[in-house]
């Protein structure tokens, strides 16, 4: 499968200039500007996605798991003689799912961040109780998921061909990946192959996923640990661009930060009486605000952290310090800065969907998503 690993490198450098039609969205060079050029780096990907500045670090990271990623355990059309409609029922279930309900591709987004930071992506964050032990699904960060039923939707048609082959964990993946697209985010190849775990782990959900109030270098921290740079980091959070945040994660910035009385005064005051007014006085659990209403995918959340209009605290923390040069470069304005989180996310998200995969004999195929074999 060498043709397959190489063709892959290449398409990740690709990927960024396609929208979701599947037409390049890449302008002509001007040549008297080096942030547009497309020569070869010394890394092998285009100068393109380093042009904010010179970083051998971050350059070198990107490069080195794109290479990873095509030669480790999962494959580019891993189900191609096992059941080669795979992708297009996923494809096309999601599609249908989105057209009935937009809000399905930040829900998908979401579950698989959660099941990804948590032992890597193996569907163990679909799975109920099992003989009464706490699932992920009971864990604090957990308790707002959504897209289960989605997920459940493409497994059962999935399955109606080819009976326990694809796993739940490629599904996810897959979906999120596809229902991205449909909400205007970048296509990006998806690797398959993952296995599902056989057990889930609560105390881990409970204690690791990023917390909304976490402050700059927690929230550094805890992406560092899962092998995410900063660039990296400040791109996968552009992902909260679309969908909505519910007000129990933010209403303590409203009313009483750090028992202090008075709003977060790092907040944009006029945005802090307009969430006010939306989330309302109470707990604000079934209420929620987004960073735009029409929940597309793009760069306007760094716009509005610029402003001082994140909506989480570990979101304005993204201006507190060494960040702030990522969210500055992806809330440029014109289509220079909508092409580089473009890039960026894309490149995050196959890093993302790599973690931890469980491949080989290792783990099961669940044949429904929510219970083992």
Not at 41 to 70: C, I, N, T, V
Not at 184 to 198: C, I, K, M, N, Q
Not at 332 to 339: F, K, R, T, V
Request: with cysteine; net charge negative; glycine share 8%.
């Amino acid at each position: 499968m060498r043709w397959a690993a190489a063709a892959f490198v290449v398409f990740l450098v690709a990927l960024s200039f396609v929208g979701p039609s599947g037409r390049s969205t890449q302008k002509k060079p001007n040549p008297s500007s080096s942030t547009t050029t497309n020569a070869s780096s010394s890394s092998g990907l285009p100068k393109f996605l380093f042009r904010f500045q010179e970083d051998e670090e971050e350059a070198s990271s990107y490069s080195s798991w794109s290479a990873a990623a095509a030669a480790g355990p999962l494959e580019y059309d891993f189900y191609r003689e096992k059941c080669p409609q795979a992708e297009e029922i996923v494809r096309s279930t999601t599609t249908q799912l989105y057209s009935q309900n937009a809000s399905v591709a930040p829900a998908l987004l979401r579950l698989l961040f959660h099941d990804c930071f948590i032992r890597g992506c193996d569907a163990s964050v679909l799975l109920d109780r099992i003989n009464g032990s706490s699932s992920e699904k009971d864990a604090a960060p957990n308790h707002t998921l959504r897209g289960f039923d989605a997920v459940d939707a493409i497994k059962a048609r999935v399955e109606a061909v080819c009976p326990a082959t694809v796993s739940c964990a490629d599904i996810l993946v897959l979906a999120t990946r596809d229902g991205l697209v449909l909400a205007g985010g970048p296509f990006y190849p998806v690797l398959t192959g993952r296995r599902d775990s056989e057990r889930s782990f609560f105390d881990e959900a409970q204690l690791q996923i990023p917390a909304p109030d976490d402050n700059y270098p927690q929230t550094l921290a805890n992406f560092a640990s899962r092998g995410f740079t900063e660039r990296e980091t400040v791109s996968l959070l552009g992902a909260h661009s679309i969908g909505k945040l519910h007000c129990r994660f933010f209403r303590h910035r409203l009313y009483n930060f750090s028992g202090t009385g008075e709003p977060d005064g790092s907040m944009d005051v006029e945005m802090a009486a307009e969430m006010r007014a939306a989330c309302g006085a109470g707990d604000g659990a079934a209420a929620a605000v987004g960073y735009q209403p029409e929940g597309r995918f793009g760069n306007h959340y760094y716009g509005r952290l610029l402003e001082g209009r994140g909506i989480l605290h570990a979101d304005q923390q993204l201006t507190a310090g060494r960040t702030v040069r990522w969210v500055q470069a992806y809330a440029a304005e014109g289509d220079s800065g909508l092409w580089a989180f473009r890039a960026d996310f894309a490149h995050a998200m196959v890093k993302l969907s790599g973690l931890g995969p469980l491949s080989g004999s290792q783990g099961q195929i669940r044949t429904r998503c929510s219970q083992p074999v």
